[in-house]
């Protein structure tokens, strides 16, 4: 078994704060930001510049609001720089669990917008003419005849909230979609995708200054200050708002316990391999979807724009890195496809999303001018583009979507910071378990 090994090419200086991943070597519009050394006055305050902030930020600054963000280290730093760039509509709970769980109502409401995240993105990239290597098409596999016939119940779900798309495979068209024989079948969404995410979020980014907004890198907020108009302090600089939207995410540490007290940091490990032969790729993946499968922890793949294999799972609760990325890598990756077994991986890296008790997004007021979004539990890229969609209509006076969400009750995890790990990594091998013996 072959060692990790970095590309030998040097990524650029803008990439520079960025975790050392494939995506910060290729990203293009990529260039540093000013860090924040003055006291300033602004309709909108936003912490984070991943995707839910920039995408609240953009909403707002296209309504022609005064728009400040501040971020820690670099645009994207976090997941929204680091993830498996894949388009995936919904939420990380179904819409049948929503339903059951929160009643008809809101399940009609979440299940209107459930394909919104996705429609926001392909429309930025058109609006603001981004080049995040955009691909459409995805394709959901399953092992076994019990997840098969569990993803012909969710496209039901779905074509009964009214999203079409969706296109049944069984195992005789897997070879037009996927080369391996592990599957038994799966479900393409048409309307799904894959893009190179931290392009996207920098071309977004670049969007929110064409209307005015500004944007400060390393920048990080040491405290807050909760009045009428609240007070964001850096160590250099301030920035007085009429309101605060907070969107660190996984990120947000303890900088707002009444937040942070709601979600746990999960990483998820990702590497590149080296280029491959076009031939190689394309038989692969011949409809260059991207693919992920029905496994609780699940594993994610898709092809690059420069035919590498993107390849990412293996979960660590509370975050940080795994003692070898390789190591949690490499056997799914062998297993999935046996011919790239010892292939040499360029990248490999990890990275953190917020996870909440519920597994839906926690948003909500803090005063009547904080408002804050996160814990989007691995269904991230389209659901941040949607949250923070709706943060800035709320802000701009439109405040009923924002309600149904923010309505939504929400828990801390049990046993607090001790002991949260440990009761979710029961949890996870439970369900490990089940996938593991088809049950």
């Given at each position: 078994?072959s060692?990790?090994?970095?590309?030998?090419?040097?990524?650029?200086?803008?990439?520079?704060?960025?975790?050392?991943?494939?995506?910060?070597?290729?990203?293009?519009?990529?260039?540093?930001?000013?860090?924040?050394?003055?006291?300033?006055?602004?309709?909108?305050?936003?912490?984070g510049?991943?995707?839910?902030?920039?995408?609240?930020?953009?909403?707002?600054?296209?309504?022609?609001?005064?728009v400040?963000?501040?971020?820690?280290?670099?645009?994207?730093?976090?997941?929204?720089?680091?993830?498996?760039?894949?388009?995936?509509?919904?939420?990380?709970?179904?819409?049948?669990?929503?339903?059951?769980?929160?009643?008809?109502k809101?399940?009609?409401?979440l299940?209107?917008?459930?394909?919104?995240?996705a429609?926001?993105?392909?429309?930025?990239?058109?609006?603001?003419?981004?080049?995040?290597d955009?691909?459409?098409?995805g394709?959901?596999?399953?092992?076994?005849?019990?997840?098969?016939?569990?993803?012909?119940?969710?496209?039901?779900?779905w074509?009964?909230?009214?999203?079409?798309?969706?296109?049944?495979?069984?195992?005789?068209?897997?070879?037009?979609?996927?080369?391996?024989?592990?599957?038994?079948?799966?479900?393409?969404?048409?309307?799904?995708?894959?893009?190179?995410?931290?392009?996207?979020?920098?071309?977004e980014?670049?969007?929110?200054?064409?209307h005015?907004?500004?944007?400060?890198?390393?920048?990080?907020?040491?405290?807050?200050?909760?009045?009428?108009?609240?007070?964001v302090?850096?160590?250099?600089g301030?920035?007085?708002?009429?309101?605060?939207?907070?969107?660190?995410?996984?990120?947000?540490?303890?900088?707002?316990?009444e937040?942070?007290?709601?979600?746990?940091?999960?990483?998820?490990?990702?590497?590149?391999?080296e280029p491959?032969?076009?031939?190689?790729?394309?038989?692969l993946?011949?409809?260059?979807?991207?693919?992920?499968?029905?496994?609780?922890?699940?594993d994610?793949?898709?092809?690059?724009?420069?035919?590498?294999?993107?390849?990412?799972?293996?979960?660590?609760?509370?975050?940080?890195?795994?003692?070898?990325?390789?190591a949690?890598?490499?056997?799914?990756?062998?297993?999935?496809?046996?011919?790239?077994?010892?292939?040499?991986?360029?990248?490999?890296?990890s990275?953190?999303?917020?996870?909440?008790?519920?597994?839906?997004?926690?948003?909500?007021?803090?005063s009547?001018s904080?408002?804050?979004?996160?814990?989007?539990?691995?269904?991230?890229?389209?659901?941040?583009?949607?949250?923070?969609?709706?943060?800035?209509?709320?802000?701009?006076?439109?405040a009923?979507?924002?309600?149904?969400?923010?309505?939504?009750?929400?828990?801390?995890?049990?046993?607090?910071?001790?002991?949260?790990?440990?009761?979710?990594?029961?949890?996870?091998?439970?369900?490990?378990?089940?996938?593991?013996?088809?049950?």
């Amino acid at each position: 078994m072959s060692t990790v090994e970095f590309a030998t090419a040097h990524p650029p200086s803008s990439s520079a704060g960025h975790a050392a991943t494939y995506y910060a070597a290729t990203a293009k519009g990529a260039f540093e930001r000013p860090v924040l050394n003055e006291h300033l006055t602004a309709d909108i305050c936003v912490i984070g510049a991943g995707f839910t902030g920039i995408s609240a930020a953009l909403e707002l600054a296209e309504r022609g609001y005064s728009v400040v963000v501040l971020e820690a280290m670099r645009i994207g730093f976090g997941a929204s720089g680091r993830n498996g760039g894949q388009i995936v509509n919904g939420y990380s709970r179904d819409l049948d669990v929503i339903e059951k769980r929160y009643g008809a109502k809101a399940a009609k409401a979440l299940g209107a917008m459930a394909g919104e995240g996705a429609d926001i993105i392909r429309g930025r990239i058109a609006q603001y003419g981004i080049d995040c290597d955009l691909v459409p098409g995805g394709f959901f596999a399953a092992f076994t005849d019990k997840q098969l016939r569990e993803l012909d119940e969710q496209q039901r779900i779905w074509e009964r909230h009214g999203h079409g798309g969706l296109e049944r495979i069984d195992r005789a068209g897997l070879p037009d979609i996927v080369a391996s024989d592990r599957y038994v079948g799966g479900l393409v969404d048409h309307k799904g995708g894959h893009i190179h995410p931290l392009s996207l979020v920098l071309g977004e980014a670049a969007a929110v200054e064409k209307h005015g907004g500004r944007i400060f890198e390393r920048s990080p907020v040491l405290s807050v200050e909760q009045g009428a108009k609240p007070v964001v302090r850096t160590q250099h600089g301030a920035v007085t708002c009429t309101y605060l939207l907070v969107c660190g995410n996984a990120y947000i540490g303890d900088l707002l316990p009444e937040i942070g007290g709601k979600m746990m940091p999960v990483s998820s490990q990702v590497i590149a391999t080296e280029p491959l032969d076009e031939a190689v790729i394309r038989d692969l993946l011949p409809a260059n979807y991207c693919v992920e499968d029905m496994n609780y922890i699940l594993d994610y793949y898709r092809r690059t724009a420069d035919n590498r294999l993107l390849f990412g799972g293996g979960i660590v609760y509370g975050g940080g890195d795994p003692a070898s990325i390789e190591a949690k890598i490499r056997p799914s990756l062998a297993r999935t496809f046996p011919q790239l077994a010892n292939i040499r991986f360029d990248y490999a890296w990890s990275g953190n999303f917020a996870l909440t008790l519920t597994r839906i997004p926690h948003v909500g007021r803090l005063s009547p001018s904080i408002y804050f979004s996160h814990g989007d539990s691995g269904h991230g890229v389209t659901t941040t583009h949607l949250l923070g969609k709706i943060l800035g209509e709320a802000v701009a006076g439109q405040a009923e979507r924002f309600d149904v969400w923010s309505s939504l009750p929400y828990y801390p995890f049990p046993g607090g910071k001790t002991f949260r790990v440990p009761l979710t990594v029961l949890g996870a091998w439970w369900y490990g378990l089940r996938d593991k013996f088809g049950l």
